[in-house]
């Protein structure tokens, strides 16, 4: 489902117009042309073939990560060659 909202009814209700992008995209009109697209992070994901930046992922409001890398067992430090 498509929905089209002008500017001003984005700015008085953006928890209607979010709702609203969990059933699809939303258009926002400036003086009647469509200006913005509101869409879900599913969405855009979908759309933009899945690629999030580092920075895109960190900037998200909820953002939560799991970060467990593995340990590297044994000394990994070296003496320089030098020569």
Known sequence: ???????R???QDTSGAKKAASEGPVFITDR???AHVLLTIEDY???????????EAL???????????PR????????A???
């Open 59 to 69: 900037a998200q409001e909820n953002a939560e990560f799991d970060f467990d890398p």
């Open 32 to 34: 009647g042309r469509p």
């Open 9 to 11: 009814e984005f700015n």
């Open 1 to 7: 489902m498509v929905t089209t909202l002008t500017s």
């Open 45 to 55: 994901l979908r759309l933009s073939g899945g690629h999030m930046s580092l920075a």
């Open 72 to 79: 590297i067992a044994g000394d990994i430090s070296r003496p």
């Open 81 to 83: 060659d030098l020569d």
